[in-house]
Nanobody, 119 residues
Framework: QVQLAESGGGLVQAGGSLRLSCAASGRTIRIGTMGWYRQAPGNQREFVARIFRDGSTNSADSIKGRFTISRDSAKNTVYLQMNSLKPEDTGVYYC?????????????WGQGTQVTVSS
């Protein structure tokens, strides 16, 4: 089993910055793709960004140029640096990790961390 611990959410004014972290732990053998999704009230969960094992990334158009995803493979941790935040970035941000737990590859989700951007 893989556990994900998220941190870094909070309340910030428009134009401000936040950095989210998500650390994977447990009987993990290999960590694959790591990423972030978000869900605003009344909306479906949407893709934000992902980073592959080779360090390549892709991201949603809505956050390009403002958010940066990175990972520390030694710490099994993924980060999301969010700059120039807008009120429409408000939502619960979920970490997603594709990991091998000694039996099989599976998708794992964090518990979510609230990001609120005030105008």
């Amino acid at each position: 089993q893989v556990q994900l611990a998220e941190s870094g959410g909070g309340l910030v004014q428009a134009g401000g910055s936040l950095r989210l972290s998500c650390a994977a732990s447990g009987r993990t053998i290999r960590i694959g793709t790591m990423g972030w999704y978000r869900q605003a009230p009344g909306n479906q969960r949407e893709f934000v960004a992902r980073i592959f094992r080779d360090g390549s990334t892709n991201s949603a158009d809505s956050i390009k140029g403002r958010f940066t995803i990175s990972r520390d493979s030694a710490k099994n941790t993924v980060y999301l640096q969010m700059n120039s935040l807008k009120p429409e970035d408000t939502g619960v941000y979920y970490c997603n990790v594709f990991a091998f737990d000694s039996v099989q590859w599976s998708d794992y989700w964090g518990q979510g961390t609230q990001v609120t951007v005030s105008s």
